[in-house]
């Protein structure tokens, strides 16, 4: 099994841009999360997904984030318009049985 | 979810025992823990995990105490590879997936 599938690896973009981050889970797993990781923040849960259903948002952090999950193979993460701020590695999970399998995460830079 | 708490780093000699212990004394009795570690730049992976009895796989053991208020991850021969920072985590096995970060600890394999 390749193991859960994350593009871009590396992304840089300007204040204001669009980022879109994806994701492909483990297959057969049937909940997949996302996470971002900052020096100040730690490793934070954003959103999580059963079945392909949002069941968890509380941790998106304003309505510049969204995610969605059209399908059990392909999620996304879509920040707009990107800030500063959002620099972060961004890591995609996923699990069928309680133990989450990580992703190598998208490291995200916005000037 | 119950909270844990670990001391933010440790040193260990290369082929020695790394013992990396947590304190989890508000933990209730559906509630697991688990162990993740994270290698720089990489996302996490899973070690182990258990409930009440002490736990063995091929990367390490984890030791609980009876009352469950903390527990030992080991693992028995440390290598430079194992430098990491490791988490320890409590949750439940269904229902709520979410996993919940800590700092964990910084752990660095001494040659």
């Known amino acids: 099994d390749a193991g859960v599938i994350q593009s871009p690896r590396h992304e840089v973009t300007e204040m204001g841009q669009e980022v879109t981050l994806r994701c492909k889970p483990i297959s057969g797993h049937n909940s997949l999360f996302w996470y971002r990781q900052t020096m100040m923040r730690g490793l934070e849960l954003l959103i999580y997904f059963n079945n392909n259903v949002p069941i968890d948002d509380s941790g998106m952090p304003e309505d510049r984030f969204s995610a969605k999950m059209p399908n059990a193979s392909f999620s996304t993460l879509k920040i707009q318009p990107s800030e500063p701020r959002d620099s972060a590695v961004y890591f995609c999970?996923?699990?069928?049985?309680?133990?989450?399998?990580f992703g190598p995460g998208t490291r995200l830079t916005v000037l | 979810d119950a909270k844990t708490t670990q001391p933010p780093s440790m040193d260990c000699a290369e082929g020695r025992a790394a013992n990396l212990p947590c304190n989890h004394s508000?933990?209730?009795?559906?509630?697991?823990v688990y162990w993740y570690r994270q290698i720089h730049s990489q996302g996490p992976q899973y070690i182990i995990h258990g409930l009440k009895n002490n736990e063995t796989n091929e990367m390490a053991s984890l030791i609980i105490t009876e009352d469950r208020k903390s527990s030992t991850l080991i693992l028995p021969h440390a290598t430079l590879r194992d430098t990491a920072v490791y988490y320890c985590?409590?949750?439940?096995?269904?229902?709520?997936?979410?996993?919940?970060f800590g700092t964990g600890t910084r752990l660095t394999i001494i040659p």
């Open positions: 999970a996923s699990t069928t049985s309680g133990t989450q399998y």
């Open positions: 985590i409590v949750r439940p096995n269904f229902g709520n997936e979410k996993l919940t």
């Open positions: 508000t933990i209730s009795g559906n509630e697991y």
